[in-house]
Nanobody, 121 residues
């Protein structure tokens, strides 16, 4: 069984920084694209950033220059470094991984449980 577990987010003042991590564990054969998504109250879930198995990254326009996505391939862990946080970044953040499971014999998307990030003064 494959699991994605995120660290706890938290509260931060505008302009502050926070780092999220997401660890994949279980019967993993390979991890392909991983990404961070977020969902604010009353809004649809949106893509924040993605990173491929080769290290290529992509960001939503709203976070470019402020957020950095990275991976530790040896630890099957993904990170999201967030700086200059704004109130509009407040949301539940979810990690996602496209993973080939040894148990199932095929690849599919897995999701973390979500972690709350609140930016306010």
């Amino acid at each position: 069984q494959v699991q994605l577990v995120e660290t706890v987010g938290g509260w931060v003042q505008p302009g502050g920084s926070l780092r999220l991590s997401c660890a994949a564990s279980g019967s993993i054969f390979a991890i392909y694209v991983m990404g961070w998504y977020r969902q604010a109250p009353g809004k649809q879930r949106e893509l924040v950033a993605t990173i491929t198995s080769g290290g290529s990254t992509d960001y939503a326009d709203s976070v470019k220059g402020r957020f950095t996505i990275s991976r530790d391939y040896g630890k099957n862990t993904m990170y999201l470094q967030m700086v200059d946080l704004k109130p509009e970044d407040t949301a539940v953040y979810y990690c996602n991984g496209n993973i080939f499971s040894r148990d199932t014999g095929y690849r599919k998307d897995y999701w973390g449980q979500g972690t709350q990030v609140t930016v306010s003064s």
